[in-house]
């Protein structure tokens, strides 16, 4: 139960930033299994337990809340693998730990994710889209610059930097398709096989 | 311009077939870029240039239509790439040559693609799912076989073949995503440049 969560059930009151995060994680699991047309406001502000004039105090509409979700992943995304490159290591143990932090994001915000991957590509308002875009743009020139590390230390044969880094982000990108998570490898395992099997191919030698 | 909007056009009357056919094609185009919420039926009966009774003629609702463009789609997939293996070629081309007839299938019926991976994932109606999923299963069965067959082969080492085979799905499904029809490689070329580096992997020796 978060901190927000148990003070919102013992009736106190409860701090701005954490009813705004409050409202962004109910937000997003709702919108991850009921789709952004399938939520209301009203959906919202129950999950949430507050009404719904307290909930527009703080958003002026689900645009805004899904939005919020969808730009503050793909930052967070982005920082929290960068976070987790480990200094001084071989260039491919870098691109390795690049995707087995994306597995490990992608378990932790699960409900974060796939909502902002859906309003990714239907949010209608240029200027956050270009927000988002430049995260995006962030996260993937980092998966190249690490693949082009790799080549220019020897260690990757001179592949198409690029296609190499849309394939790693494609094995990625797609998970949330069909991963269930009660069965089986944790999403870090799964990136960390596909790390294994694009690194050293599926070409018997 | 397609047979049936020349008929169209030319104000003949146009066999039902060809109605159909031309309705689901319009269909895919408005699904993928206004989206299947953003589609009325009364945008669909214009884009075909027919009167709204004559689309319900065809067609009970939009779910009908947006189930057929999907269920259609998954399983011509199907069938457009087995058909396109060559009978005698090594293990490994035939794993190649499924990748570059996804990619073929993609360019082709893009818009169909599009609406229908959407479409896939939302459908509330069990019945239809259960359907496209057969068809689905079917598709991923045919990858993991070809893959299986390689490594009996001694052609590819002995991977993973459900792993191996997701992330052959994931290069090739997560296309739609990044896609850009009017610059560079095609979808064909891609594919098979994916194939190259998953086969001979990333690792230089």
């Not at 743009?137 to 849309?166: K, M, S």
Request: with cysteine; charged share 30%; hydrophobic share 40%.
């Amino acid at each position: 139960m978060a901190r927000s969560e148990i003070k919102a059930a013992a009736g106190e009151a409860i701090e701005p930033a954490d009813r705004m995060l409050q409202i962004l994680t109910h937000s997003a699991r709702l919108f991850a299994t009921k789709g952004f047309d399938g939520t209301s406001m009203r959906d919202i502000a129950e999950a949430c337990g507050i009404s719904k004039s307290l909930l527009y105090h703080h958003f002026t509409d689900k645009d805004e809340i899904y939005a919020r979700i969808a730009l503050g992943s793909t930052q967070r995304l982005c920082e929290f693998v960068q976070d987790r490159l480990p200094e001084g290591a071989s260039p491919p143990d870098r691109v390795r730990a690049f995707m087995t932090a994306t597995g490990d994001y992608f378990q932790r915000y699960r409900s974060n994710w796939i909502a902002s991957t859906a309003a990714f590509w239907s949010d209608p308002e240029q200027r956050r889209r270009k927000e988002r875009m430049m995260w995006r743009d962030r996260y993937e020139g980092l998966i190249r610059q690490l693949i082009q590390d790799a080549i220019d230390a020897g260690d990757f044969r001179p592949v198409d930097v690029p296609l190499t880094g849309r394939l790693v982000l494609s094995s990625l990108n797609w998970m949330h398709r069909w991963y269930k998570p009660e069965k089986g490898m944790t999403p870090a395992q799964i990136a960390d096989a596909y790390f294994d099997l694009i690194f050293n191919g599926l070409k018997a030698r």
